[in-house]
């Protein structure tokens, strides 16, 4: 009778064994972080790391396919290698001359930059050591495959290995290993949940691709803030760095046009103004339509609610249609009261100054509500010459602001709205 033979099943190279950690009194551990980073030279993505690499950490940068992070990724690397380090760039996805041709178009290409192709993980492991870089960079972790897993390259379970051996990698040797990794369309990193918990940064590389502006964001960060951006815009030279936002996403609002709010949003520890655009029409279908780019649409069926119940304007039978110029995603409450506005700005056909910056939180009841930040907002808007702001009337006396801005503190809607006639 036969029996079935166990075969052990040859591990890959572990890196747990070569580290012994030792028990440490938490008052003898460095908590000096700040001065072991590595400054990019990139002001944009140094912000949303907060400062620039931490030697060890393992970030990972994704987005949509096509939306720009390779090009993204060869700018920070040529700006490292540039900088006298020895950089390495590992490509699944792209052969080297490909690499070399989008390199021509970004700048001079610095000595210190090296690029392999490779998927095989046990051998990236093993050039990572013969070659020893300062920084490390891989192009896609959905590429990398280890031969001790059956699955095919991108699965569960082998993105999962690859991002453990990666980060047992960067920990061992105290080299920041930057991952790219794709979007899938519901906007989910694809591959397992688990790829989000194991690295230190995630970054989002984000954008509409009718625009030329990119947003960088950071949503998960263990050595700095959380909800950072950067700013970027799409050239024939690569990505430019966008260091003044505001001034890029008002500088092509129209004039004296009904249904336009300038709204000071934060976004992590930056004040960016951008325009809430607002159309109400007659509709001429049974259910009317209610479309929201930038804003959740969730949200905006509840500010219609609370409009026509606090301000006895009619929406039942009218299109509403809100858009946030310029492509950025308003996920913070701030920008409430500046829709309200709009709608009803475009409803009655009334234009706002062009001078006046709206924000405040609104509740169900009609009430609006202080938000977070306020002194950064009005300094902004005031720094990009706006003369007005109406504002929540809570804290209002307690704000410093620059003189040059007056601000009118409202505690309803309907308060926001009858304002809108001194303002307009």
């Known amino acids: 009778?036969?029996?079935?033979?166990?075969?052990?099943?040859?591990?890959?190279?572990?890196?747990?064994?070569?580290?012994?950690?030792?028990?440490?009194?938490?008052?003898?551990?460095?908590?000096?972080?700040?001065?072991?980073?590595?400054?990019?030279?990139?002001?944009?993505?140094?912000?949303v790391l907060g400062g620039g690499l931490v030697p060890g950490s393992l970030?990972?940068?994704?987005?949509?396919?096509?939306?720009?992070?390779?090009?993204l990724l060869l700018q920070i690397l040529c700006h490292l290698a540039s900088d006298q380090k020895k950089v390495l760039y590992i490509s699944g996805e792209e052969s080297l001359t490909q690499i070399r041709m989008r390199s021509e178009r970004l700048r001079e290409i610095p000595g210190g930059l090296w690029v392999v192709c490779e998927s095989g993980l046990d051998r990236i492991i093993e050039i990572v050591e013969e070659q020893g870089p300062s920084?490390?960079?891989?192009?896609?972790?959905?590429?990398?495959?280890?031969?001790?897993?059956?699955?095919?390259?991108?699965?569960?379970?082998?993105?999962?290995?690859?991002?453990a051996r990666l980060m047992q990698l960067a920990r061992l040797k105290g080299v920041p290993t930057i991952l790219v990794g794709h979007v899938t369309k519901e906007g989910a990193i694809a591959g397992p949940r688990v790829l989000e918990h194991l690295v230190?940064?995630?970054?989002?590389?984000?954008?509409?691709?009718?625009?030329?502006?990119?947003?960088?964001?950071?949503?998960?960060?263990?050595?700095?803030?959380?909800?950072?951006?950067?700013v970027f815009e799409m050239t024939e030279a690569g990505l430019e760095q966008v260091p003044n936002p505001s001034e890029v996403f008002l500088g092509q609002r129209p004039k004296a046009v009904p249904g336009s709010v300038v709204v000071p949003c934060m976004e992590g520890t930056?004040?960016?103004?951008?325009?809430?655009?607002?159309?109400?029409?007659?509709?001429?279908?049974?259910?009317?339509?209610?479309?929201?780019?930038?804003?959740?649409?969730?949200r905006l069926a509840l500010l219609i609610a609370v409009a026509e119940r606090h301000l006895?304007?009619?929406?039942?039978?009218?299109?509403?249609?809100?858009?946030?110029?310029?492509?950025?995603?308003?996920?913070?409450?701030?920008?409430?009261?500046?829709?309200?506005?709009?709608?009803?700005?475009?409803?009655?056909?009334?234009?706002?100054?062009?001078?006046?910056?709206?924000?405040?939180?609104?509740?169900?009841?009609?009430?609006?509500?202080?938000?977070?930040?306020?002194?950064l907002r009005l300094n902004e808007a005031a720094r990009l010459g706006?003369?007005?702001?109406?504002?929540?009337?809570a804290g209002s006396d307690r704000l410093k602001f620059s003189d040059s801005l007056e601000i009118l503190p409202v505690k309803r809607i309907d308060e926001a709205v009858a304002a809108m006639s001194e303002v307009s």
């Not at 908590?31 to 944009?44: H, K, L, P, S």
């Not at 891989?138 to 993105?159: K, R």
Request: overall charge negative; glycine content about 8%; some cysteine.
């Open 135 to 163: 920084v490390l960079a891989v192009d896609s972790i959905q590429t990398l495959f280890c031969d001790e897993i059956s699955s095919a390259p991108g699965s569960i379970a082998q993105v999962r290995e690859a991002a």
């Open 270 to 298: 930056r004040p960016i103004l951008v325009e809430i655009q607002a159309l109400v029409s007659p509709s001429h279908l049974s259910m009317p339509r209610r479309t929201s780019t930038g804003i959740d649409s969730n």
């Open 59 to 71: 970030v990972l940068l994704a987005g949509e396919p096509g939306i720009g992070k390779s090009t």
């Open 312 to 375: 006895g304007v009619a929406l039942y039978d009218r299109d509403i249609f809100i858009n946030v110029a310029g492509g950025l995603k308003i996920s913070e409450p701030a920008s409430e009261l500046a829709v309200i506005m709009a709608m009803v700005s475009s409803l009655r056909e009334v234009p706002l100054d062009m001078d006046t910056a709206v924000f405040g939180e609104v509740g169900l009841t009609g009430e609006v509500r202080a938000v977070g930040r306020a002194e």
């Open 1 to 47: 009778m036969e029996k079935p033979v166990d075969t052990p099943v040859r591990k890959g190279r572990s890196l747990f064994a070569v580290s012994q950690s030792v028990p440490l009194p938490l008052l003898e551990v460095s908590a000096d972080v700040d001065e072991a980073r590595i400054f990019i030279g990139m002001n944009e993505m140094d912000r």
């Open 386 to 393: 706006l003369k007005k702001c109406v504002i929540p009337w």
């Open 200 to 230: 230190d940064t995630v970054l989002y590389f984000e954008g509409d691709r009718s625009h030329t502006f990119r947003l960088l964001r950071t949503i998960k960060n263990r050595y700095g803030p959380t909800h950072e951006i950067g």
